[in-house]
């Protein structure tokens, strides 16, 4: 059974900018969170269809986030070191930091988004337009064989039907290969208040304790976690035939931290939600009170994230002038829902700004090292995580 215990309100697609003339009519849902009881599966109850989230129009280019593609860089040799794959799978490729790093020859992507397709087909890597599924990967079995190595970052807490998925990874996996995820982790959401990792595209929040549930009853199994630093905390899953080698020490220690923390307990998701209340009434009235004393504030980074975070605080452009983003698909145009306009950075003066909200909280050094001018000019940021507060 499955029980809600947090509702975000209406929301609308996060990777959906939009023009004045699209305002009206634009599509929201009800984002409600429910914890499955006997996986212990954490998801939103109302899915979005896929098709409206990724489509040609996708907006979200890992590359314009430059600290990704060095992680990416180091995982995929990391990742070539320990297990020297000959053929090589990444799901979810979009413009292609991880896959670049292998051979064209023996490598292949799978990407729903045709805009993001056509660059990695470009790149000279075979790229599947379409949705990861038990039906895809038999194709890709007949057409290109079995993976040693399937990969797939930010992916796959997008994919509703996780049967359906980790059945087509087991179907396309050799004897002895691997098939190595990363994704947000639920136990880091809980631990650090960032409620605005869920969203449309983030159908699912993934503990380790879930994961391994459902990869066991599809023949698959965790062998070993890696905690990461990346996306305000995400793990890295490593996944084998279930009857393939044996499960080290990492995946104890993981499970056992999240059954301490309470990942299985009802109770657990009840106290998150009422912090959750808590920081959509602090955020609010720092705002208000800042904009009441002619303070200007603006946003940087216009992520998914705040996206969430908008919506269910009912904050507009009254209280956030405009969004910074380095996405030039994203500028010229207003947020999803709060319709707050999108801008590049080269076209402010963030002096002008007495507080930057951090949409993208997740690469906080980042944004802080390269607006230092800001912040010695008096300037201060704010955030919700791990609590509201502002800080230079
Ligand atoms: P970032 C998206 O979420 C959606 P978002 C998706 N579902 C997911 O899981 C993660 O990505 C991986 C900009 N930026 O990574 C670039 C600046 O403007 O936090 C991006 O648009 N200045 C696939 O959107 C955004 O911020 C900067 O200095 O929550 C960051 O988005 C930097 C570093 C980034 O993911």
Not at 164 to 174: E, G, I, Q, S, W
Not at 246 to 267: A, P
């Amino acid at each position: 059974m499955k029980k809600e215990f947090l509702d975000l309100g209406r929301q609308p697609i996060t990777n959906k900018f939009l023009s004045e003339d699209e305002f009206e009519g634009e599509f929201f849902y009800d984002l409600k969170v429910v914890l499955d009881e006997e996986t212990k599966l954490v998801s939103i109850q109302e899915f979005v269809p896929p098709e409206m989230m990724f489509n040609d129009e996708y907006a979200y280019t890992t590359s314009l986030s430059t600290p990704m593609i060095n992680h990416f860089k180091e995982t995929a040799e990391m990742l070539s070191m320990k297990f020297s794959p000959k053929k090589v799978l990444e799901i979810g490729s979009n413009d292609g930091p991880f896959i670049s790093n292998f051979s064209k020859v023996n490598s292949i992507c799978v990407e729903p988004c045709g805009n993001f397709a056509e660059i990695t087909n470009g790149m000279g890597y075979h790229t599947y337009d379409e949705f990861w599924t038990t039906d895809l990967a038999e194709k890709i079995q007949s057409e290109k064989g079995y993976m040693d190595l399937i990969y797939a970052a930010n992916c796959m807490c997008h994919i509703h039907d996780l049967d359906d998925a980790f059945k087509a990874v087991k179907n396309l996996l050799t004897p002895s290969g691997v098939f190595v995820f990363e994704d947000p982790s639920l136990l880091r959401m809980l631990e650090r208040g960032s409620y605005d990792q869920i969203y449309d595209e983030h159908a699912h929040v993934f503990s380790v304790i879930a994961l391994d549930n459902i990869l066991r009853r599809n023949g698959l199994k965790v062998f070993s976690v890696d905690n990461l630093s990346v996306h305000g905390g995400s793990n890295r899953i490593y996944v084998s035939h279930i009857d393939s080698g044996t499960v080290g020490e990492s995946v104890k220690q993981n499970i056992n931290e999240e059954m301490v923390f309470g990942l299985d307990q009802f109770e657990t998701y009840q106290t998150f939600a009422d912090r959750v209340k808590t920081s959509k009434e602090e955020l609010n009235r720092i705002l208000s009170n800042l904009t009441k004393n002619g303070k200007r504030i603006v946003s940087i980074g216009a992520t998914s994230k705040s996206s969430t975070v908008f919506n269910y605080c009912g904050i507009d452009s009254s209280l956030i002038e405009c969004v910074t983003d380095t996405t030039p698909a994203k500028q010229g145009l207003f947020t999803p829902g709060s319709h707050i306009p999108v801008v590049s950075r080269d076209s402010i003066n963030l002096n002008d700004y007495d507080y930057a909200y951090l949409g993208a909280w997740n690469f906080k050094e980042v944004i802080a090292n390269k607006e230092s001018e800001f912040v010695q000019n008096g300037g201060k940021f704010i955030t919700h995580v791990p609590q509201v507060m502002d800080f230079s």
